[in-house]
């Protein structure tokens, strides 16, 4: 009874992807604020958490490895993917996430969703539909499910049109092709699987705006993205604030204790385990003489640090 119990299961779920495949690419914006409901802040007409600019800014100067630590800690071990190719080594990507899920093709459910998609007025293959969702501050996130030959999500013109749109970047778990005309985009970059001169085949949109797979991380639309060489992080949205303060202290407290080793005030054992009253007290006194090296508002960092356990 249980094995018949779960069959039906599976069969209802494979039932509902392929109807929702053929009616609609994406969720509903009750869904969407349902996946997302930890977010408190201002949102999208279509219901994706809205990161603030300024959050978008300062993400770009932390460290991978410092917001892996503060989203490990809080229990979000499936944010990070690496292994990437991209155009530029000292470009990093930070936005909010568009999601889009390729699938290969299937012809009813692809004919389906092009008439439909005609429609609506959308033109030209179904990749470049995520496209026309963009805004600024946006970054487009693929789940093409890694395909390199005749993977290619974009060559250099859908990238100028990105690029126009959110004025960022990409992330695809899949292909790209003409490296060359993309790395002519000033201040655009692209993390992608690999390169390959092949157009894109056998390959059809089958989500957008929806929670996707990104290798080994999972990514919901609205996620805070950071990419950088060492690879790709998703934020979820509603510890955005608390990943970046959290990383921007560590590195404000790193920068002071190597002043003090270089100096020979304390030792490498005073630095690296808790804080000494005194050892505080000089942090404090160095960033009172020190206030361009905070990246937030210094009534930010005070409230931070009567929280924090040193």
Known sequence: MKFKLLSLAAIALSALTFTNAAEAQTISKDELIFLTSEWKGERFPDGRPKVPDDLIRRVKEIAIEEAWVVLQNEGYNCQFDGNWKMIHQDVPIAGRALTAQFMPS?????????????????????????????????????????????????????????????????????????????????????????????????????????????????????????????????????????VIVTAEFIALRDKFGIKMLKEGKYTPGQIDSQWSDTLKSDFMKWLDKNPGEIPMKRSELDEYMKKRTW
């Open 106 to 242: 299937r012809p009813d459910v692809e004919k389906s969703i092009k008439e439909r998609g005609a429609k609506d007025g959308r033109i030209g293959n179904t990749n470049s539909w995520p496209i026309d969702q963009l805004s600024k501050g946006d970054v487009y996130v693929a789940d093409g499910f890694g395909k390199i030959a005749q993977g290619t999500l974009i060559g250099d013109n859908l990238g100028n049109s990105i690029f126009a749109k959110s004025g960022n970047g990409v992330i695809f778990d899949a292909s790209s092709r003409d490296l060359e005309g993309l790395s002519k985009i000033e201040g655009f970059n692209a993390f992608v699987r690999d390169w390959d001169p092949s157009y894109l085949k056998d390959v059809f949109l089958s989500g957008l705006n929806t929670p996707i797979r990104i290798g080994r991380a999972i990514v919901l639309p609205g996620d805070l993205v950071l990419a950088k060489r060492e690879g790709v992080i998703f934020i979820p949205a509603h510890l955005a604030e608390k």
